[in-house]
């Protein structure tokens, strides 16, 4: 035993049965009829569905409560109420962000999710306990997932003085990428939120993920004001607006404009198909237009809601429901959203179903990749460079 | 063995342990400690949810492709390129109604569904195939599951001279309920249309389900001539109005009129959390202002697409998301819609979790009811009229 195995007999998204031959982690031949290499154990795919594994590119591990027993929630309807709804729990009851995350990661992992995008919460109260406990987890499972960690300001960054602090602290100690957080709406103050956000992003050499709610032209505003930043920086590919609810809420003309905008500074738009009745991006016309998307799913079952649960097929169908998307080919572009969009996003160059990729699969039962989006059987095989992580629906790591 | 039941250690939405006694059919007592009835059979709870049968009070049991193998779909993406496709499918291919609906029955009674609106398609190409197949379904399904077929003009009416008279056949034969569809978009004739369908409900004293997909002040110009006909032919509580999508394209204080209007004529708005950007109805605005609600599952895996499944827990979850519902008591409210609301609409008086009412209960796993709504489990137990038709998420009929 070499740790080299032949998966024969599973289909990739153009239907054809083949064989993927895995040495040293990586994929090192997929096609037809490949021969069986000396001491490689042999897995029969026996038909079954091949998916690269999914990346879900917007999480917060901190903070999930799955496994505390069921939150009741009874949160208020403002955004503000769930920041301060959720800051009260975690001052009151505590959240052991380290197990939180861990208990997050093993779901993940059961659901084929290879790489996550990860914010955490800093801010005057918590301060880097969160940020810490998630780092410890990433190292915990380092093998069996990726986890990039954002120095996410959630309770804003220019009202709570020594917030900066650290999120400079947290960069300084392995956060991968500074978070952003409704420059107008929360931190009252759009320039200088992105002057001081960007200024991080070119001390530490990060990527920048900005989440935007803003809705209409206040958001359409803070779309201009960072794709300006992006220009002048020089940070063309390495900019992230998530949610980007301003794209659903401008008149079509101006959503053309700020799209020519998200194109000419390679800025990546996160949408997850948001629940609500507000309007919301469309994702094909995004999709279409050449915007660079990824998707992930949001908070898990924390204070904020119970809505959502780390599963990338059930997100893949709930931003195709969202989105009112029912024919294959749209599914199919969501599926590549929830996958290859998302490694782009992270800086995976090693990633997909091509030889000298890392061997990083999903293998589930069912006729077809979209049909496996509406049913979302239990992932039958889950592996993470070459090694088996998840098994029938349940993480063995 | 005489069939009375003893359930014991079941939790109702107020949480609290209870037992179930069954006779006849029925709920003959419930609460706590219940004396053990000669001859019962006692089936222990282990502290499991109970809710009532769930009400799929909207869908298409003709014409779901379930069992025939995946479906490429390619529809272009208008109404009426979607009503064209499966007509061409249809007329191509055939559709099996009888087993079809019978596929679709199998897999609602065993996700705990025990009452069902079902539209059917009538037009001059199907005939009454479509209906005759569903009428089938339902007589050899009855003691497992509840269908109530509506007589359903899909292709449109006043257009396609000869379905007035089909859908007249379906209602001497059984059909209990009169459609409609899309006065305005589709007849082009709004106020023939609801003459013919309000006259046909007058003659065979039948109550109505109009589909309304209009938009915006269309869509609200067709409520309002709705509910005058209501109120002439005295068919207050009679009436749904399904999607109603208008109630979300319009302003808000014309939508308060509107729903002044819904109250004075008991209209009921069937909303399923449709997918898609467009604008939708607040299921909670029309709720907590008293309009009758239900809701429903709509085409299931057919020629329109394949986002929905006939499962009424994935439903609530759906019609949550869509409305950003994620307070418990706002969950506990589209459950309520998902069964008692739909249990109204097709007049079941006998229908509920208090004595008198016929054992039609669905038992599943879970810390509390919202828990279940959000993950979803296998039912475990499923019982229509006392008699146990599926289990541990198998129908077993």
């Not at 992003?201 to 505003?221: M, Q, R, S, T």
């Not at 390679?266 to 948001?274: D, E």
């Not at 660079?292 to 649960?309: E, K, Q, V, Y």
Request: hydrophobic share 40%; charged share 25%.
């Amino acid at each position: 035993m070499n740790g080299d195995l032949l998966i024969t007999n599973v289909r990739a998204l153009d239907g054809n049965a083949c064989d993927v031959q895995i040495h040293g982690g990586h994929i090192a031949a997929i096609g037809s009829n490949l021969s069986v290499p000396a001491d490689a154990t042999v897995i029969d795919g026996g038909g079954r569905l091949l998916f690269p594994g999914f990346v879900d590119a917007h999480t917060h591990m901190d903070k999930t409560l799955l496994g505390l027993g069921w939150y009741r929630n009874e949160v208020g309807p403002l955004l503000t109420d769930k920041i301060e709804n959720e800051r009260r729990l975690r001052r009151e009851g505590g959240i052991d962000s380290h197990q939180q995350s861990s208990r997050h990661a093993r779901l993940a992992i059961a659901t084929g999710t290879t790489h996550i995008r990860t914010f955490v919460d800093i801010d005057t109260e918590v301060g880097l306990r969160g940020f810490e406990g998630v780092m410890q987890t990433r190292e915990d499972f380092r093998d069996a997932l990726d986890i990039q960690v954002v120095a996410f300001p959630q309770s804003g960054m220019l009202i709570r003085p020594g917030t900066v602090e650290l999120m400079d602290t947290a960069l300084a100690n392995g956060a991968a990428v500074v978070g952003g957080l409704d420059p107008s709406a929360i931190d009252r103050d759009p320039a200088k939120h992105l002057d001081v956000i960007f200024g991080l992003a070119e001390k530490y050499d990060v990527d920048l993920d900005i989440h935007l709610h803003e809705p209409g032209d206040l958001g359409a505003f803070s779309v201009e004001l960072i794709a300006e930043r992006t220009k002048v920086l020089g940070w063309q590919g390495r900019v992230v607006i998530s949610h980007a609810l301003c794209l659903g809420g401008v008149d079509d003309a101006y959503v053309g404009r700020l799209i020519d905008l998200l194109l000419e500074n390679g800025i990546t738009i996160m949408s997850h198909g948001p629940s609500g009745l507000r309007p919301v991006p469309s994702v094909k016309r995004l999709y279409e237009a050449g915007v660079p998307m990824c998707t992930g799913n949001d908070g898990i079952r924390d204070a904020w809601g119970p809505l959502n649960m780390p599963d990338m097929l059930l997100r893949t169908f709930l931003v195709a429901y969202r989105n009112n998307l029912r024919r294959d080919d749209e599914i199919e572009m969501v599926l590549d959203i929830a996958t290859h969009g998302g490694a782009r996003v992270l800086g995976d160059t090693n990633y997909g179903l091509v030889p000298g990729c890392r061997a990083d699969l999903v293998i589930v039962d069912g006729e077809t990749h979209v049909e496996a989006v509406i049913d979302r059987p239990p992932r039958w095989l889950v592996l993470k460079g070459g090694k088996i992580v998840a098994r029938e629906g349940e993480c063995v790591v």
